[in-house]
């Protein structure tokens, strides 16, 4: 049993049982986000300290008392969360910053966080008896979508836009699922599967519209507690495209804390490229989300000018105490290199967007020396060669002779 009591809506704060929807408000159609509500009291009785301790599951599925699911779905066997939290060796220091870790979350089964929603979307389906999911991606909700359907053995359908990066559209094909490329942005991409969903009646994973991505994100902060032995940090860097992430993070925090397991939630920093930052923007000004029709940024995976989680995210990273931070093109792949050569962690540009921020932060005087800051580093490079090729690396064509070998370490190379 799960211990959800009910859900919420952002818009009209009206309560709803589970049973009552499978995605937004009635009332209010698809402005109406739903929050999931818990029995807090329950949890505590079950997941405690010691039973974290004890617990050989080294997965997202060890927090399972505080998911939104009847149990662990047993038709899917790849192996979600639990990723590596690094303290970062020269990147925090290079910037006079003694106190940062990575959570590398390129080390998911798909190669990006997006699998701890999609794993949710997987227990959700069985449960509702649905055998077909559908999802519009900018690359990443629907390669992880994709495989981790191909493992669960159910169908799913996929929408991205025709631009996505090379990787992801290899990783949709390999997992076999029906990839619809949308000859249109996200944004369209994202409305043409409520369409489909409406019309066909598939299961739908589009973020925010269903409830539960949320939770299945929010595992990522309870593992960084874990990992810091229930001593949360002060700043959490977070790419924002939907906003879904951000608020996981808020809500897995706000969770450790009401079962008393840390004593306060970090700050939330908010992270958009400068080409699309409709969430950022607002925060900066404290004026509501104003939607951008042509967003760009090489950063595909935090390009979404109809931001769809932006009332939470908006919310959750003000009450943190928080701060948003736009970053450019130039930026970004600058911050993919400077990672990869100073931790041998391999970005895609949205999730370098977050290292690119901790530098701007700390050029600017607006994190400091004693601060604890975790950088969320949100899905793996390899997904968008592309653009990491724009890197300036150290490379050189020589012919195959062992003289020209010689006469470049002589001039320094
Ligand atoms: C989806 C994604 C984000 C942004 O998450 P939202 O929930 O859309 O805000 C950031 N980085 C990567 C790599 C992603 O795939
Ligand atoms: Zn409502």
Redesign the pocket.
């Known amino acids: 049993m799960s211990s959800v009591l009910g859900l919420k809506c952002m818009k009209c704060g009206r309560e709803y049982d589970p049973s009552a929807t499978r995605y937004v408000c009635p009332t209010c159609g698809n402005d109406g986000i739903l929050e999931v509500l818990y029995d807090y009291d329950r949890i505590r009785t079950v997941l405690t300290t010691e039973q974290l301790e004890n617990d050989p599951d080294l997965s997202m599925w060890r927090y399972l008392a505080l998911l939104p699911v009847e149990e662990r779905p047993p038709s899917l066997t790849l192996h979600i969360g639990w990723t590596p939290l690094y303290a970062s060796k020269r990147v925090g220091p290079q910037l006079g910053l003694p106190h940062v870790w990575f959570k590398d979350d390129g080390r998911n089964p798909t190669a ?3 699998d701890r929603a999609s794993a949710i979307a997987i227990a959700k389906a069985a449960e509702f008896g649905e055998h077909i999911i559908t999802a519009a991606t900018t690359g ?2 629907g390669s992880s979508l994709a495989g981790l359907a191909a493992n669960a053995g159910v169908a799913a359908y996929i929408f991205a836009p025709v631009s996505a990066p090379a990787g992801k559209i290899a990783q949709l094909r390999v997992f076999g699922s029906h990839l619809f490329l949308v000859d249109g942005n996200y944004d369209q991409a994202f409305d043409l599967c409520m369409d489909a969903t409406e019309r066909f009646g598939w299961y739908n994973r589009n ?1 925010a519209f269903n409830p539960y991505m949320v939770e299945g994100k929010k595992t990522v902060a309870l593992e960084v507690a874990e990992q810091l032995r229930f001593e949360a940090p002060d700043k959490v860097i977070v ?8 608020s996981g993070v808020a809500k897995g925090f706000r969770d450790l804390l009401t079962l008393g397991l840390i004593d306060h939630v970090p700050q939330l920093i908010a992270v958009q490229a400068e080409g699309c930052a409709p969430i950022a923007r607002a925060v900066i000004s404290g004026e509501p989300v104003t939607y951008l029709e042509n967003p760009t940024s090489c950063a595909d ?2 390009v ?1 000018g109809i931001p769809r989680n932006h009332l939470m995210a908006v919310r959750d990273i003000r009450s943190s105490g928080g701060m948003a931070v736009t970053v450019s093109d130039d930026e970004i792949i600058d911050a993919i290199g400077f990672l990869g050569r100073n931790e041998g962690i391999f970005a ?1 540009p ?2 370098a967007a977050s290292v690119a921020a901790l530098r701007k932060l700390a050029d600017g005087g607006d994190v400091h020396q004693e601060d604890r800051i975790v950088v969320l580093i ?2 793996n490079g390899l997904k968008d060669v592309q653009n990491a090729l724009k890197v300036k690396g150290t490379s050189m064509t020589i012919p195959p002779i062992i003289d020209a070998v010689e006469q470049a370490i002589a001039d320094g190379f």
Do not use: H, P
């Open positions: 990006s966080l997006k990443n909700a973020t790419s924002v495209g939907d906003g879904c992430i951000v995976s935090i979404a895609e949205a999730a949100t899905g």
